[in-house]
């Protein structure tokens, strides 16, 4: 597979082996979910790893021809290679993508010895063919020698080399091998399908040493050529894969997706289905037994789906180059960028990382075959990751995909659950919803289903049930087909209680009082007759205990609380009302809503129905059976409402208030009309239809600009125009084709008009009080938000992150404007409403204004004090360290501020090194301990290589940086004279760090020389590498490159940020803390936040004094408070007990020294000493005042006068 060089037999050729420092998660989005009534699967992406992949049949030249008869043996010639004329899409074969080596000790051979025997290496399912539930997800491969043979040439070679997994053998060598699968929990895992594909399979010189593998148990092979493979099928079941061709070192493959004819023709992919492991051989022949072989191989169909360069077998100085490190990502909540088709040229970024887009965003321009291509966001979100692309790179060379970035989609919020409201709609990872079955504010019953989802194929579908009955609370905006991990806790909808059954007028409430019991059965049904003593429902206890819930009066069921059996009957099912039914004398009539079209149904008896709630009915149609004639559908629509106690034999009036018995709406509702709106109105007919919308939600018009077009009878076509200058704020649903009666409420009259659309000012701008802020729309202007709804209303008080507004984007995804600090809400914009385009109706972006937090005490008392907070260094809040009712001393620290202080650092190392990785990008934000380089200690030792004579450079053979073996070959120069060829070689082990270019001189005594190796700069995983760490946050600024030398202290890495430096806030007097401002919360901003600048008061000791006809309460100021025994208000005798302390160790009683009221008491806590908290003695004071007793006397026999009333 990989052949010694021809100039050296001793000497063993290994490529440069750069690993990969950013393993790969997925190579292809998730399948994108439509769910409507069926679903329909399609991919988000084509997988750019096999974008172009060329078909594999007779159109191909080097597949077509046919084998040359004198070069192939009859009897082992396979006749069934996989040559299929229409092979099966690439997006149809399994994909698998190796990311790590977890450990390798083959044969226990080591590098990693002491991890147990086997090569364990970790692979990402790119496409889950054949089970999409494992798409994105790991897969091991465990390869365990399982002959005893086995000598590897270099053991630590056993690794991935580039993106191969790679093991190597001496020559006249075996490895005989099991390959098993595990999933992440290491369990055995039966792989659906799976492809291996082995490359380069060569001989060496004079095919001294012929490479094979031998496999059984696949399903399918692949060959491109068998010519250059002899296929041999063995006793023991397995199949031979013999190479037939030499090959050299420079002819191997770097890129499995890029692959020459030659190289093609060196490769088998093995195609294996629903297995656990497969066993088989690496063999290299049986010529002399040293040298060094590579076997490498993928879990990708490689023969199928990589694209074939058309590079000439000479030439591979010339073929792409390993490619950079793909990109992760983890769908379904992240996405790639990228645009298919080949030859592809980078253009330019046009949006950068950590920027937001939208779905449809331009991310980055390419260039296809000379044409600019857009490469589009495919979601809302933050580009979490891009490439290292210039201008004029080869994308599809550099790239193994060509994902250029990484777009990290928006979260929804959690809904939130407040009192008495309950998650409930909890969907799973890795299913999508297909559809909502409940709207907010519908009333549903446990176990009805509120939403449906299935995986991304449309499979497993899952119903979500209601764990209880309520009122649906609020619905997440997740749209048909999205993910539900999209929804930060996966819950879709929340509910609450049950709104209560209200009895109208002329109405009773039945069954109250049934507080925990658990409904059985329902014996009545709204509209069912109903007597006393008839049973409405039963309850139970949950012990076998029943109890018959029965009617109290005659009547008609009118209402009944939609509980479903198995529920308990508590305020959160019955609500405030508490009933169970409503009983009336007649079934209530029913409400009838603009634009629905009563039925009567006074005409005769009741029969049956002919037609259900929600069903669409044509004009004439029959929808009534009655007696004597059935009654007709007046006009095309929906049956929106039928009167459900209607019953056979009787005439509606009989059972029911007023006539109407149904009520049918159009297929489309009508525009309503807001306050300041005006309606554009359109003379609607039966056989007009709309052509064509003109302007849409948002769009300014001017008094006469068409808003729509319709097509009339005779063909000819009519304006609807704008009645006034404005914004369109609404418009009917219909679409172009449907008929203009659908638009509202009308018959087949030629004079009706129809409000199509309406028109409204835009908004008037908020202006911002002294000391308020602003809570501008997010992106405004960019993102085509819709309104929803307002969070809070005027004079709420609000805290920093608090939503203000909700709206939606383009996507459907939730976006909030939230407070920007605490304060107190002071306007609105009361003429939003839903569905609003706010970049069309707003002149500015602020949708609220906050004001200033009030002052804590408008009138503090003399000797309070204001902690205040400093304000003038951009300071914030960070915690307090006292509590209301805590004592402090003057000087206490009692609450935490900080304020930024600008610092820059530089990230160096103590020795002379060279950079080995930059691990973070030009202007990102850092943080403390974040690596931001990897850095090799050097010696000064290098050598150089130069020609034997005086020579010209004609052709390069390895790169500035790249890390060499010694004797590798460097370059082809020509000697000078002669024109005779010479390889210049490495003169030792390290890193190339000169290289003369084409078409210099070298050799000669004051030429340059031909190549310079720098040793002890290893690249290997084996180098001992120094981390260069930040030391504070901030921006890092990039200092140096790969490759470069630094000496020590020399910065690589520089990091400017602002360091937190923190400030206590001291107590400015002995006291009491009496309020804080608690609308303050960590790193809120303190500037122009408060009206004034305390944010704590703290009450000074002070003396309680008595007044006239008031007697003074005293206790020992040097006794202990333990507690009040009395309330401010309370009326005392004398003697009653007031307080208790401590003095001395012994507890004491206060008590009254006279009769009265307290009016007053003393600020104290249990614990405290009073005399730390006041001055003087006097702790309460009694209210002397004639009145006292009066009061005393009327408050006594109001209580009488209630317990009498009760009895």
């Not at 068998?226 to 894969?241: A, E, M």
């Not at 809302?380 to 990751?385: K, P, Y």
């Not at 390069?956 to 060499?964: F, H, I, K, Q, S």
């Amino acid at each position: 597979m990989h052949a010694d060089p021809p100039m050296a037999s001793h000497t063993r050729l290994v490529p440069n082996d750069r690993e990969s420092e950013n393993p790969v998660l997925l190579q292809r989005t998730a399948r994108a979910l439509v769910a409507t009534v069926g679903l329909v699967i399609g991919l988000a992406s084509a997988l750019a790893l096999f974008v172009n992949a060329p078909r594999i049949g007779h159109t191909d030249a080097f597949l077509a021809q046919e084998p040359a008869t004198d070069l192939i043996d009859p009897k082992w010639v396979d006749e069934t290679v996989g040559m299929d004329e229409t092979p099966a899409d690439c997006t149809e074969l399994p994909a698998f993508q190796f990311e790590e080596v977890k450990y390798s000790n083959l044969g226990n051979k080591g590098p990693d010895s002491g991890k147990g025997e086997g090569y364990v290496l970790v692979a990402r399912d790119l496409l889950g063919v054949g089970n999409i539930e494992r798409l994105g997800r790991r897969v091991f491969l465990t390869v365990n020698s399982t002959g005893n043979r086995y000598i590897p040439a270099v053991a630590k070679d056993n690794k991935m080399n580039g993106r191969f997994a790679s093991v190597n053998l001496i020559k006249s060598d075996e490895l005989a091998f099991k390959m098993s699968f595990f999933d992440a929990k290491m369990r055995v895992l039966t792989m659906p399908q799976v492809a291996i594909s082995f490359f380069d399979l060569d001989a060496g010189k004079k095919f001294t040493v012929k490479e094979a593998v031998e496999v059984g148990g696949f399903a399918e092979k692949f060959v491109a050529d068998p010519n250059y493979l002899k296929i041999t099928q063995l006793p023991n079941g397995r199949t031979r894969f013999e190479a037939t061709q030499e090959g050299v070192g420079e002819d191997n493959p770097k890129n499995f997706q890029h692959l020459s004819t030659l190289q093609r023709k060196r490769t088998v992919t093995l195609l294996f289905k629903n297995v656990s492991q497969f066993t088989g051989r690496m063999v290299t022949g049986n010529g002399p037994r040293r040298g060094y072989r590579r076997f490498d191989f993928v879990m990708m169909p490689s023969v199928k789906c990589a694209r074939r360069e058309d590079v000439p077998d000479d030439k591979f100085d010339k073929f792409p180059p390993f490619p950079a490190d793909d990109l992760l990502y983890a769908p379904p909540m992240q996405t790639v960028a990228h645009e298919g088709g080949y030859p592809q040229i980078f253009n330019k970024w046009v949006k950068k990382k950590y920027d937001k887009v939208r779905a449809g965003d331009v991310i980055a321009t390419v260039k296809v075959n000379g044409e600019i291509r857009e490469i589009k966001s495919k979601s809302n979100g933050t580009i979490s990751a891009t490439q290292d692309l210039k201008p004029g790179d080869r994308v599809d060379f550099k790239l193994a995909t060509m994902n250029i970035a990484v777009v990290q989609e928006e979260v929804l919020p959690a809904l939130k659950t407040e009192f008495k409201t309950v998650e409930a709609g909890k969907c799973k990872k890795g299913q999508y919803l297909t559809s909502y079955k409940v709207d907010a504010g519908q009333i549903i019953t446990r176990d009805s289903v509120i939403a449906t989802t299935a995986n991304v194929l449309g499979e497993h579908k899952q119903e979500i049930k209601a764990p209880q009955g309520g009122l649906i609370n609020a619905i997440q905006p997740l749209k048909d087909g999205q993910p539900c991990q999209k929804v930060q806790d996966l819950n879709l909808i929340t509910i609450g209680k049950f709104p209560p059954v209200k009895p109208r007028a002329g109405e009773v409430g039945c069954c109250k009082g049934q507080e925990d019991k658990i409904l059985k059965e329902w014996k009545k049904d709204v509209g069912d007759t109903c007597s006393p003593g008839e049973v409405v429902a039963i309850v139970t206890d949950g012990n076998g205990n029943d109890e018959e819930l029965k009617c109290e009066t005659e009547g008609f069921i009118t209402a009944k609380q939609p509980i479903s059996v198995g529920q308990k009957l508590n305020e959160d099912t019955l609500g405030d009302g508490g009933h169970l039914v409503s009983v009336g004398q007649k079934i209530r009539e029913l409400d009838q809503y603009k634009p629905e079209i009563g039925v009567n149904c006074a005409s005769g008896k009741f029969k049956k129905w002919l037609v259900e709630v929600g069903e669409e009915v044509k004009f004439e149609q029959k929808i009534i059976d009655m007696d004597p004639v059935p009654i007709e559908a007046p006009a095309n629509g929906f049956v929106t409402q039928r009167q459900e106690g209607l019953q056979a034999g009787k005439a509606t009036q009989d059972v029911a208030f007023g006539e109407i018995c149904l009520m049918i709406g159009p297929s489309l509702n009508e525009v309503t009309l807001r306050s300041g709106q005006v309606p554009v109105e359109a003379v609607v007919l039966p056989d007009k239809t709309l052509k064509e919308w003109q302007k849409n939600v948002g769009d300014k018009v001017s008094v006469g600009d068409p808003v729509a077009m319709v097509n009339t009878k005779d063909g000819g076509t009519e304006k609807v125009t704008a009645p006034k200058d404005g914004i369109v704020t609404a418009k009917s649903p219909i679409k172009p084709g449907d008929r203009m009666d659908l638009a509202c409420d009308t018959d087949t009259s030629s004079t009706d008009t129809c409000t199509l659309a309406s028109i409204g000012d835009s908004m008037p701008p908020l202006l911002v009080l002294a000391g308020g802020s602003a809570v501008p729309v997010p992106d405004w202007g960019e993102s085509n938000l819709r309104w929803v709804e307002y969070q809070v209303e005027v004079g709420q008080s609000v805290e920093t992150g608090d939503t203000i507004a909700v709206m939606v984007d383009s996507s459907g995804n939730n976006v909030t404007a939230d407070a920007p600090h605490a304060g107190t809400v002071q306007k609105i914009l009361q003429s939003m409403h839903y569905d609003m385009y706010l970049d069309k109706v707003l002149q500015t972006d602020a949708i609220a204004t906050i004001g200033q937090l009030p002052p804590l005490d408008p009138s503090p008392q003399g000797g309070d004090s204001g902690v205040r907070a400093p304000q003038s260094r951009n300071e914030t809040f960070e915690k307090y360290l006292v509590e209301v009712n805590d004592t402090v001393k003057k000087g206490d620290p009692v609450a935490v501020i900080s304020y930024p202080d600008n610092t820059t650092e530089d990230a160096s190392v103590p020795t002379a090194s060279v950079v080995k990785k930059i691990l973070v990008e030009e202007g990102e934000e850092v943080t403390e301990g974040q690596v931001l380089a990897q850095v090799v200690e050097v010696k000064d030792e290098s050598a150089e290589a130069t020609p034997s004579q005086e020579a010209e450079v004609v052709n390069l053979l390895a790169d500035v940086g790249d890390e060499v073996k010694k004797d590798d070959p460097l370059m082809t120069v020509e000697k000078i004279p002669g024109g005779e060829q010479e390889k210049i070689l490495a003169p030792k082990d390290g890193t190339v760090m000169k290289l003369a270019e084409v078409g210099t001189k070298v050799g000669g005594e004051n030429d340059p020389p031909a190549a310079v190796v720098e040793a002890h700069q290893n690249w290997d995983e084996d180098a001992k590498t120094t981390d260069v760490v930040a030391e504070n946050n901030g921006t890092a600024h990039i200092l140096a490159k790969v490759g470069d030398r630094v000496e020590p202290e020399q910065p690589i890495v520089s990091v400017t940020g602002e360091e937190k430096v923190f400030e206590n806030v001291t107590a400015a007097v002995d006291g009491t803390v009496l309020k804080r401002q608690e609308n303050l919360t960590k790193e809120t901003p303190l500037n122009n936040l408060m009206i004034d600048k305390d944010i704590m008061t703290i009450v000074q000791p002070k003396e309680l004094k008595a007044g006239v006809n008031q007697a003074a309460v005293e206790a020992d100021p040097e006794a202990i408070f333990k507690s009040w025994c009395v309330h401010k208000g309370d009326w005392v005798e004398k003697g009653d007990k007031i307080a208790t302390i401590a003095l001395a160790g012994q507890e004491q009683n206060i008590t009254a020294p006279t009769k009265g009221w307290v009016k007053k008491k003393s600020y104290l806590l249990p614990g405290q000493k009073i005399s730390d908290n006041q001055n003087g003695a006097n702790i309460a004071v009694i209210e002397l005042t004639p009145w006292a007793s009066f009061w005393k006397l009327r408050e006594i026999s109001r209580k009488k006068r209630a317990t009498t009333d009760t009895e």
